[in-house]
């Protein structure tokens, strides 16, 4: 099989999608060792080491140039298959073509995207990525159930593909628990940071000591976190730190007291089980799909609902028998997600496919 895959996502401007295209890339390897790799890359995209695979640079993701140079060598190469792990992608490709689609949140919740040209030609556009692909990936129930309902996709053209935590992210039992929360958001409406330090205002910081570090990119669109804790009058207790490489994420998911994660929308929600894999005690917004990967492993409450969020880590301050449990069951329920499982199922949607254009 020799599939071309669009790795030019492979770089900081897309830290989610970038992590998901080189896992996957990388368990690919591994499983699939007949598949040839042809990636798509850009200046200062990441390339990887990988076995069985060719890098071609190609111009930007977003440029015409880069749409054209893309859909040439796809027909230049003969290769049986076009991978985009993203909703943009050379729609001159030739077919069958594979997008994978992570959610469709500014679609459901509109205000999330500010406006101008970026609010008006997102639902265009992924319109234009799924007329043109033959099968879409999602990456969880409630990503394909948006798909399905707001893009008009008939079910069996989609198919979930969980993600998982990477093998890097592992508990060690020989670093401490320190006194303080952790959380990975932006700073976007819909990761609900504002209520999340309004509800951890709540619970009095400088009685119980317990800061709340927050890390994740920013989005100059809305308020700062800075801005936030200020509204809650906590700026004190409340430590912004911007972008973490994953080793200092792992330390951190290593050495919280707990790990909060309380979006009240989200594609998959990758952050808590890394932090579960890592042995943190998690507190999670009981939405999907959240819920459905953490089943009852983590501790759960309304992301919407302030006082309940404040009850949640109050219980975390002050239950150690519930944080040693949640320690537990959160290692355990994360060990059954492997990036090498999501390879497999990913292959066979290529392996359907390519079935299907055989008989044509």
Known sequence: MRLLFDARLLQPHFPGIGRYAASLLIALAEVAPHVQLHLL????????????AQWHRVAPIFSAAGQGQAARLARRLNVDLCHAPYYVYPLAWPRPIVVTIHDLIPLEYTAMVPRGWRRWLYGPLHRLAVARADAIITDSDAARHAVIRHLKVAERDVTTVPLAPSPFFAADGTVPRERYFFSLISNKPHKNGGRLIEAYAATDPAIHGVPLLIAGSKDDDWPTVAAMAAAAGVSEWVRYLGFVSDAALRDHYRRCLAFLFLPFAEGFGLPPLEAMACGAPTLIADRAPMNELAGEAALRTDPFDV?????ALRRLIEDAALRRALSEQGQARAATFTWQETARQTLRVYEALIREALKR
């Open 41 to 52: 890359c850009e200046a200062q995209s990441e390339v990887l080491d990988l076995p069985n």
């Open 307 to 311: 006082a309940g969020i404040g009850s």
